[in-house]
């Protein structure tokens, strides 16, 4: 495949995901943590500060030495925003608005984590070409690391674990692609650091890869690959620790430290059952094709045993991390937020795995269900389901039990709300009155699936015809897109598992 015949291929790809996402996005911010970074993103941009209100971090643990608020998230992410942030607040300023203020804005910067997950397939691509994948193989596996994981329903909520994802993978593909060249080890040691600085743990990454890059280079090389590593990874190390200082006047505090609510040296036994069973945040539950990870690492590890190691210790030692924490379940999550970023580790490898006629089949079956387990995800936007159960009285504080499963309770939310919408789109029941400037406007959209173009729909923003034209155009996009892929990519029958 040609250099220009490749790109074609990842380009293409990732303009079938982007338009595929922006269709099934709710482009609405419910969750404390994308809030933060918009409000971040927002006072950068109207007053070159990168404070966040007081009303919405009031936390003594996050308290400045100058008196004032700050994140404790990554920057990096409230960077991502401001273009997002500007195209909302330009359409705003043409007069067209959907509820209050900052509505518009919030949707575009909610819409912006779309091109994270595009960029992220194309670069899982990438990645499986240069391990040896044949292409349509290649193409076939880095969909299904989307939309067969939670990176689908997080494509288009705001929050920051598809942006630090996109960075580790992108580091882990300049490591690999190297070969001796300087230049390469300098951008996966850049990109592992604006990993870094999206999610600080993502230090851990840094590191594991810089291992791999010493050790898979030729003797002879390095020193030079430690230098080359070293030298891109400061000038992030060095804004991070800078930023840290400038906020809370030491170079190593991001604001953790002093907050009891991640539970640091809980129990590794207790997340790491949570992480692997817990109706709230089970891997297999929420991303059932991760079952099929090991025998597909083993035939990986035959074929490319270096970078299967290296995906082995990126997902592993993040999964170590977050089961030690307290806070395992990630608070309003459509399963296991946190491990999110790493979850490729757990699809790539299944391009090298070849197996018999009966795993083929189940294989394929626990694909397709892993695809309909992020449907109700993507339908229903959890924290509104659990904002309705705090106001039924019921327990939502990352409720263990079954009766907390957001699988189960999107899932019945989906099975309400789509027939209702269905009906109300065709004309066959009223549509709701919702006031646009309601104080509560989230809680108002509550009767309608979590798409943006519905929203607008039932705002009257949009007639029945254009919203429906919107969908029909990203849905043809995304399929056009997806098709022109495929086309350019090589026969090779074992890449989709004939059956």
Same mark, same amino acid.
């Given at each position: 495949?040609?250099?220009?015949?490749?790109?074609?291929?990842?380009?293409?790809?990732?303009?079938?995901?982007?338009?595929?996402?922006?269709?099934?996005?709710?482009?609405?911010?419910?969750?404390?943590?994308?809030?933060?970074?918009?409000?971040?993103?927002?006072?950068?941009?109207?007053?070159?500060?990168? &404070?966040?209100?007081?009303?919405?971090?009031?936390?003594?643990?996050?308290?400045?030495?100058?008196?004032?608020?700050?994140?404790?998230?990554?920057?990096?992410?409230?960077?991502? =925003?401001?273009?997002?942030?500007?195209?909302?607040?330009?359409?705003?300023?043409?007069?067209?608005?959907?509820?209050?203020?900052?509505?518009?804005?919030?949707?575009?910067?909610?819409?912006?984590?779309?091109?994270?997950?595009?960029?992220?397939?194309?670069?899982?691509?990438?990645?499986?070409?240069?391990?040896?994948?044949?292409?349509?193989?290649?193409?076939?596996?880095?969909?299904?690391?989307?939309?067969?994981?939670?990176?689908?329903?997080?494509?288009?909520?705001?929050?920051?674990?598809?942006?630090?994802?996109?960075?580790?993978?992108?580091?882990?593909?300049?490591?690999?692609?190297?070969?001796?060249?300087?230049?390469?080890?300098?951008?996966?040691?850049?990109?592992?650091?604006?990993?870094?600085? &999206?999610?600080?743990?993502?230090?851990?990454?840094?590191?594991?890869?810089?291992?791999?890059?010493?050790?898979?280079?030729?003797?002879?090389?390095?020193?030079?690959?430690?230098?080359?590593?070293?030298?891109?990874?400061?000038?992030?190390?060095?804004?991070?620790?800078?930023?840290?200082?400038?906020?809370?006047?030491?170079?190593?505090?991001?604001?953790?430290?002093?907050?009891?609510?991640?539970?640091?040296?809980?129990?590794?036994?207790?997340?790491?059952?949570?992480?692997?069973?817990?109706?709230?945040?089970?891997?297999?539950?929420?991303?059932?094709?991760?079952?099929?990870?090991?025998?597909?690492?083993?035939?990986?590890?035959?074929?490319?045993?270096?970078?299967?190691?290296?995906?082995?210790?990126?997902?592993?030692?993040?999964?170590?991390?977050?089961?030690?924490?307290? =806070?395992?379940?990630?608070?309003?999550?459509?399963?296991?937020?946190?491990?999110?970023?790493?979850?490729?580790?757990?699809?790539?490898?299944?391009?090298?795995?070849?197996?018999?006629?009966?795993?083929?089949?189940?294989?394929?079956?626990?694909?397709?269900?892993?695809?309909?387990?992020?449907?109700?995800?993507?339908?229903?936007?959890?924290?509104?389901?659990?904002?309705?159960?705090?106001?039924?009285?019921?327990?939502?504080?990352?409720?263990?039990?079954?009766?907390?499963?957001?699988?189960?309770?999107?899932?019945?939310?989906?099975?309400?709300?789509?027939? =209702?919408?269905?009906?109300?789109?065709?004309?066959?029941?009223?549509?709701?009155?919702?006031?646009?400037?309601?104080?509560?406007?989230?809680?108002?959209?509550?009767?309608?699936?979590?798409?943006?173009?519905?929203?607008?729909?039932?705002?009257?923003?949009? =007639?029945?015809?254009?919203?429906?034209?919107?969908?029909?155009?990203?849905?043809?996009?995304?399929?056009?897109?997806?098709?022109?892929?495929?086309?350019?990519?090589?026969?090779?029958?074992?890449?989709?598992?004939?059956?």
């Amino acid at each position: 495949m040609t250099s220009l015949r490749r790109a074609g291929v990842g380009i293409w790809l990732a303009v079938a995901l982007t338009s595929f996402c922006t269709l099934t996005a709710g482009g609405s911010m419910t969750s404390r943590d994308p809030v933060v970074a918009y409000d971040v993103t927002r006072n950068l941009v109207q007053h070159g500060s990168i &404070t966040v209100s007081e009303s919405l971090m009031s936390i003594e643990s996050y308290r400045g030495r100058d008196g004032h608020y700050y994140s404790p998230f990554g920057i990096a992410q409230s960077i991502w =925003n401001v273009p997002f942030y500007l195209a909302g607040r330009m359409v705003e300023r043409l007069g067209f608005s959907a509820g209050g203020t900052e509505t518009v804005p919030k949707a575009a910067v909610a819409l912006g984590t779309v091109p994270a997950v595009s960029l992220l397939a194309w670069v899982c691509f990438e990645l499986l070409l240069v391990l040896g994948v044949r292409d349509r193989r290649a193409l076939w596996i880095a969909a299904l690391t989307i939309v067969a994981t939670p990176l689908w329903p997080y494509s288009g909520f705001g929050f920051n674990q598809p942006l630090s994802g996109l960075f580790v993978w992108m580091s882990i593909l300049a490591a690999v692609s190297a070969k001796g060249r300087p230049h390469l080890w300098f951008l996966s040691a850049f990109a592992a650091g604006a990993a870094m600085l &999206t999610r600080h743990e993502m230090a851990l990454s840094a590191a594991i890869v810089g291992c791999y890059v010493t050790i898979s280079a030729a003797p002879a090389h390095r020193r030079n690959a430690a230098l080359a590593y070293g030298a891109g990874f400061a000038i992030p190390l060095a804004i991070w620790g800078g930023l840290n200082w400038w906020r809370f006047g030491n170079f190593l505090d991001s604001g953790y430290l002093h907050d009891s609510t991640p539970g640091y040296g809980s129990s590794v036994v207790d997340g790491t059952l949570g992480l692997l069973f817990s109706p709230y945040a089970s891997l297999w539950l929420y991303c059932p094709i991760a079952i099929a990870a090991v025998p597909a690492w083993m035939a990986m590890r035959r074929e490319r045993p270096s970078a299967a190691w290296l995906f082995l210790a990126i997902f592993m030692s993040l999964f170590g991390l977050y089961a030690s924490l307290g =806070n395992w379940m990630g608070g309003r999550s459509y399963g296991p937020r946190y491990l999110v970023p790493v979850l490729p580790a757990l699809t790539l490898p299944l391009a090298f795995w070849n197996p018999g006629r009966l795993a083929r089949r189940l294989t394929v079956g626990l694909a397709v269900v892993s695809v309909l387990v992020q449907v109700p995800g993507v339908v229903v936007d959890y924290a509104k389901v659990r904002v309705e159960r705090a106001r039924a009285g019921e327990t939502v504080a990352q409720d263990p039990r079954w009766s907390g499963c957001a699988l189960l309770l999107n899932t019945r939310a989906t099975l309400t709300l789509v027939p =209702n919408a269905l009906r109300q789109f065709a004309g066959l029941e009223p549509r709701p009155a919702i006031d646009p400037q309601a104080s509560e406007l989230s809680d108002a959209l509550s009767v309608s699936p979590d798409f943006w173009w519905l929203y607008l729909w039932y705002l009257n923003r949009l =007639n029945r015809v254009a919203a429906l034209g919107i969908a029909a155009i990203l849905a043809v996009g995304a399929v056009a897109a997806f098709a022109r892929a495929y086309r350019l990519t090589s026969a090779d029958r074992g890449s989709v598992w004939s059956l």
